[in-house]
C-alpha cells in the first residue's frame, strides 16, 4: 500500500505535470474547469464540512467575488484583479450579515438564510443597472498589458489556479492542527457540548463562515478572470452552490482532500455526460446531481474518502489470505 | 378602488401561501425539520391537478382531491424511504435529503414538462364577480376560501383531536410518547403525508387562477420559508396570519415599486426577521 506521504506527492506530480502531459485543449479545459470546482468546493468545506453549518447558498459569495473584477474594469478601467480585494471585502461583509444573527439559532436557520439570501441577490443584481441588470458584465475583450491576465492559452490559468489551490489546502491544514479546527469539530459534533467546554462557538462559527466567504469569492474572482464574462445566474444561480456541495460532499465534507477526490471525479463524468447528451442534456445532469446528492445524504453522509477508509483495512486483510 | 383591487388579490393569494406553509411549519414543529423540497411539492400538486384535468376532465373538487391524496402519499413515501433515516444522522446529511430531493423533483419536472409556462384549461369556476367597484375571479375567491378554511382545520386538527394530541406528543418527547403507547413512526409519518398534502392542494388551488413552469418550486419553498419564520416556526395559525400578511405585502409592492420587486421585498423582509424577532410572532425562539 501506498504510504499517504508518497500519494501526496504522486498527487501533486500529477497535479503539475497534467497539463504538460495532456496538452490538447480539451483537456485543458477540464483541468481548469476541476481545479475552479475544487478551490469553490474546498473554500465551502471550511464552514459546511469542518463547521457542519451547511451552506446552500455559497453563489452569494461566488458572485460577489465574480462581479467586482469586471465592475471596477467597467466603471475606472481597473485591471480585474483590482477587485479581488474589494470582493473579498465584501463577502465577509455578508457573512456578517448572515452569520452575526442565525449563528444564535440552530443550523437549519442558518441554511435557510443562505439560500433566501443567494436568491435576493441575485434578482438584485439582474435588476441592478450599475452591474448591467439581466445582461451582465464583460471584461477586457483583448489584454491591454499582463496585468489584465487575458492569456489565449489556457495554461497559465491552471497554474494560477493550482496555486491558489495550494494556498487554499494548506490554510485548511494549518486549521486542522491547531485549537480552531479542535473547536469547528467539537461544535460539529455537538454544539450544546462544545459550549458547556468553553468554545466560544458563536465566534467560531463566524470566523469560518468568514474565511469559507473570502475564498468563495476569490473563486468566484478567477472564474470571472478566465471568462472574462458574468451575469446574474452564472454568479448568483443556484447551481453555483449545488456544485459546491455536490463536490465537496461526494469526496467527503470535513476532509481535507474530500472536496479535491470529489472534484476529480465529478468534472470528468460531467464533461463525458454533456458530450454524451449534447447541449440538452444539463436538464438530465441536474436530475443526476439531486439522485447523487439524496444517495449521500441516505447512505454515505461521510462521502467515498469515509467509504474508502472503511472498506480498505477489508480490502488489504482480504488480499493477506 | 384599484387599491382595494390590489390589496384582496394579495389576501386571496396570501391565503393560499399560508396553506402549503402551514405544512412546513407543522414538520418544524413536529421535528425540528427543515424541507427545501416543500416548494416542489407545491409544484407538483400544480402538474397533478394539471394532468387530471387534462386526461380525466375532472371537475375542481376532483382535481383538489387527487393533487392532496397523491402528494400526502408522496409525502409518507418520503419519509418512509428518506428523512426517517437521516433524521438522527448529521446535519449534513439533513439538509442534503431534502434539497437534493428537491433538485430531483424540479429537474425531472422540467424535463417530463418542459419549462414552458402552462395554465389550468377553462374549468366550472370561470367568470368574475363584480363588488362594489372591484373584481373578483370566482377562481379565485374559492381558493381563497378553501384555503382558509383549510389551514384552519389544520390547526383543529392539532389542538383538539386525539390525533393532534398524539401528534404533538411525539413533537413533545419522542420517548415519553412511546411510553404512552404511540408510535412515533407513524404519527411522523402522518405528519409527513399532511404536510405535502397541503402543499399538493394548495398547488391545485393556485393553479386554478395563475400560470406556472417547474421553476416555481424555488419561489414558493422561499416563499414558505418567509411565511413560517414570520409566523413563528411550529405554528399553524401563526403561518395563517403571515401567510396573509405577506400575499398582502408581495401585491402592495408590485402595485407600488413593480413587479420584479415583490420578491426583493418579500425576501429583503426575511433577512430583516433573522435580525430582528428570529422566533416570529407567534413562535418561541
Known sequence: ???????????????????????????????????????????????????????????????????????????????????????????????????????????????MATIAVAELIRILFGTWDLVGA???????????????????????????????????????????????????????????????????????????????????SVA?????????????????????????????????????????????????????TNSLFGGGGSGLTYILYGGIIVLIARFEPGGLLDLWYRLAPKLRKRAHV | MVVVQVIVGGLLLGAIYALFSSGLTLIWGMMNFINFAHGEFVMLGMYVAFLVVVWLHGGPAVFGLAAALALFVLGVGVYASLIRHVIRGPMLSQILSTFGLALLLRYTAFWIFSANFVSLPQTSLAGTLKLGGIFLPIAQLVAGAVAIVLTLALHLLLTRTTIGSRLLAVAEDRAAAMLM????????????????????????????????????????????????????????????????IIGLIQAVSAFYLGAIYKDIVVYGLFVALLWLRPQGLMGKA
Not at chain 1, 156 to 179: D, K
Open chain 1, 1 to 111: 500500500m501506498l504510504s499517504p506521504r508518497v500519494g501526496l506527492c504522486l498527487l501533486g506530480a500529477g497535479l503539475l505535470l497534467y497539463p504538460l502531459i495532456l496538452s490538447g485543449p480539451f483537456y485543458r479545459d477540464i483541468g481548469v474547469t476541476f481545479l475552479l470546482a475544487a478551490i469553490s468546493a474546498s473554500a465551502w468545506n471550511i464552514v459546511g464540512g469542518y463547521a457542519g453549518q451547511v451552506s446552500v447558498g455559497h453563489s452569494m459569495f461566488f458572485g460577489l467575488g465574480a462581479y467586482m473584477p469586471l465592475l471596477v474594469y467597467t466603471l475606472w478601467g481597473w485591471p480585474p484583479i483590482a477587485g479581488i480585494p474589494i470582493g473579498i471585502a465584501l463577502a465577509i461583509g455578508l457573512a456578517a450579515v448572515i452569520g452575526l444573527p442565525t449563528f444564535r439559532l440552530t443550523g437549519h436557520y442558518f441554511s
Open chain 1, 134 to 216: 439581466a445582461i451582465g458584465l464583460q471584461g477586457p475583450a483583448v489584454g491591454r498589458g499582463w496585468w489584465d491576465l487575458t492569456f489565449r492559452n489556457e495554461l497559465p490559468y491552471y497554474y494560477i489556479f493550482l496555486a491558489v489551490l495550494a494556498v487554499l489546502l494548506l490554510t485548511t491544514a494549518a486549521i486542522e492542527r491547531r485549537r480552531f479546527g479542535f473547536y469547528l469539530r467539537a461544535i460539529k459534533a455537538s454544539e450544546r457540548a462544545a459550549k458547556s467546554l468553553g468554545v466560544p462557538v458563536r465566534q467560531t462559527k463566524m470566523k469560518a463562515l468568514a474565511l469559507s466567504a473570502a475564498f468563495t
Open chain 1, 220 to 272: 468566484g474572482s478567477l472564474y470571472v478572470i478566465k471568462t472574462g464574462f458574468i451575469d446574474p445566474d452564472s454568479g448568483f444561480g443556484i447551481l453555483i452552490s449545488v456544485q459546491m456541495l455536490i463536490v465537496a460532499a461526494l469526496g467527503g465534507a470535513g476532509t481535507l482532500f474530500g472536496p479535491l477526490i470529489g472534484a476529480l471525479i465529478l468534472i470528468p463524468s460531467q464533461t463525458v
Open chain 2, 181 to 244: 403507547g404511540i408510535r412515533p413512526d407513524r404519527m411522523q409519518a402522518l405528519a409527513w403525508g399532511l404536510s405535502a398534502g397541503a402543499a399538493g392542494i394548495a398547488g391545485a388551488l393556485m393553479a386554478t387562477s395563475y400560470p406556472w413552469s417547474p421553476s416555481v418550486g424555488e419561489t414558493f419553498g422561499l416563499i414558505a420559508f418567509v411565511v413560517v419564520a414570520l409566523g413563528g416556526f411550529g405554528s399553524v395559525i401563526g403561518s395563517l396570519y403571515a401567510g396573509l
